[in-house]
Structures are given as structure tokens and as C-alpha cells.
């Protein structure tokens, strides 16, 4: 079954605990992609990978950082996490197409982060 | 003022009713995405649309690029079509680099 798997589904954390949220696609993607959603502002793009090894920087990306080191796996690090950090996060992928044509997304089913 | 902008916020409706979620964007686009998020956060893709129209089941979603307008209809609406409705937008000259999401249409549907 073509699925992105992100782990865990909740976590809670204390203030500067770095953490990590894991994300695999088993559909050989080559974009994979990082969202928050908080209410009132919907899902915004924190970064993003073209390919292995190939990552760039969405509209918040402070206080993030990913790695792309195998096609199929695109961690989310938060090296010293803050209260504002506490969100619902989202992991995403799909394949390239021509000019983005015929793209389909997959989402994977979401962290619910809490920093206290 | 957002680049993406839905409408109504908030929807509730009859079971049977037929459906209009509105999608307004202020930057020329190469593809547009409606997805639904159900109560419990999972998000699924419904449409990606660059022009023209498509239709899966009950639901149709249409695009008018020189209008910088979409709209997603259901018909014959039922309550598990109650969920979150949500419009995003490649912007022209990005690759599948960037998404600007609309904060989100809420679907609910009474029986």
C-alpha cells in the first residue's frame, strides 16, 4: 500500500530536549516536504527535499532542520525545541511528473507536538 | 492579505444539499490542489487541477487561471463528506518546490 509513514503520532517535550520526527515514503518520491498547521493560519511549509541530498528552506524554517540521505526517509530535527514549536506537524511527498503534472500528494498522518 | 483565500470559513448544510467551497489566489499559479482533512488530522489529495475541470464521484472541482478562481461542488452531500476543505497553490515559476495553503473551508453536514 503506498503510504508515508510519520512517527510518533504525539509527543510531548520540555523546552530544549532535542527531538526528532521520523517520515518514510514507500512510493520512490522524490519531493518530500515538512508543514506545520496551527489554527488560524493553516498548513505552512517549514522545508522541503527535490532528491537525496537536495533540501531546501520553505516559509518557517527557524529553529528546523532536516536531512535527506536515502530517497525514502526525511526527518524533521528540532535541535532545541520552544514552546512556539508546539504544532501539528506534517509530512508529505510526491513524485515530480512533467512541469508538476499529474501530481498527487501524500500526506502522512501528522505529529501533534506539545513543548512545555 | 494571504495569497490563497477560501470561502466560506465555516458550512453547514443539509444532508442532500449540493456543495460550493470557494478558492480565490492573487499569484499566477501552475497547479492548484484541493485536499480534505477529517476530524483526527489525516490529510488526503482530492484534485490537482492546472485547467479545466475534473470530477471523482460527487465531488467536481473547477479552475478559472485568467479569473485566478476555483471551486470545489459536492452533490448529493452526505455527513461523511463533513470535514476540512483545503486549497493550495503551486506558484508559477516553482518546479514542486512551494504550496501556499488557504487557511481551510469547515464542512459539516447534517443528516
Known amino acids: 500500500e503506498a503510504q508515508v509513514t510519520q512517527n510518533p503520532r504525539y509527543l510531548i517535550t520540555v523546552t530544549g530536549k532535542k527531538l526528532t520526527v521520523t517520515c518514510s515514503q514507500n512510493?520512490?518520491?522524490?519531493?518530500m516536504s515538512w508543514y506545520r498547521q496551527d489554527p488560524g493560519l493553516g498548513l505552512r511549509q517549514i522545508y522541503y527535499?527535490?532528491?537525496?541530498?537536495?533540501?531546501d528552506k520553505g516559509d518557517v524554517p527557524e529553529g528546523y532542520k532536516v536531512s535527506r540521505k536515502e530517497k525514502r526517509n526525511f526527518p524533521l530535527i528540532l535541535e532545541s525545541p520552544s514552546p512556539n514549536q508546539t504544532s501539528l506537524y506534517f509530512c508529505?511527498?510526491?513524485?515530480?511528473?512533467?512541469?508538476?503534472?499529474?501530481?498527487?500528494?501524500?500526506f502522512g498522518s501528522g505529529t501533534q507536538l506539545s513543548v512545555l | 492579505k494571504n495569497e490563497v483565500e477560501q470561502s466560506p470559513q465555516n458550512l453547514t448544510a443539509q444532508e442532500g444539499e449540493f456543495i460550493t467551497i470557494n478558492c480565490s489566489y492573487s499569484?499566477?499559479?501552475?497547479?492548484l490542489h484541493w485536499l480534505q482533512q477529517h476530524p483526527g488530522g489525516g490529510i488526503v489529495s482530492l484534485f490537482m487541477?492546472?485547467?479545466g475541470k475534473k470530477k471523482h464521484g460527487r465531488l467536481i472541482a473547477t479552475i478559472n487561471i485568467q479569473e485566478k478562481h476555483s471551486s470545489l461542488h459536492i452533490t448529493a452531500s452526505h455527513p461523511r463528506d463533513s470535514a476540512v476543505y483545503i486549497c493550495?497553490?503551486?506558484?508559477?515559476?516553482?518546479?514542486?518546490?512551494?504550496?501556499?495553503f488557504g487557511t481551510g473551508t469547515r464542512l459539516t453536514i447534517i443528516p
Open positions: 508529505a511527498s510526491s513524485s515530480r511528473g512533467s512541469w508538476g503534472l499529474n501530481e498527487k500528494l501524500f
Open positions: 512510493m520512490n518520491h522524490e519531493y
Open positions: 527535499s527535490m532528491n537525496v541530498e537536495v533540501t
Open positions: 499569484v499566477g499559479i501552475s497547479a
Open positions: 487541477l492546472s485547467s
Open positions: 493550495a497553490v503551486r506558484p508559477r515559476g516553482f518546479g514542486n518546490e512551494k504550496l501556499t
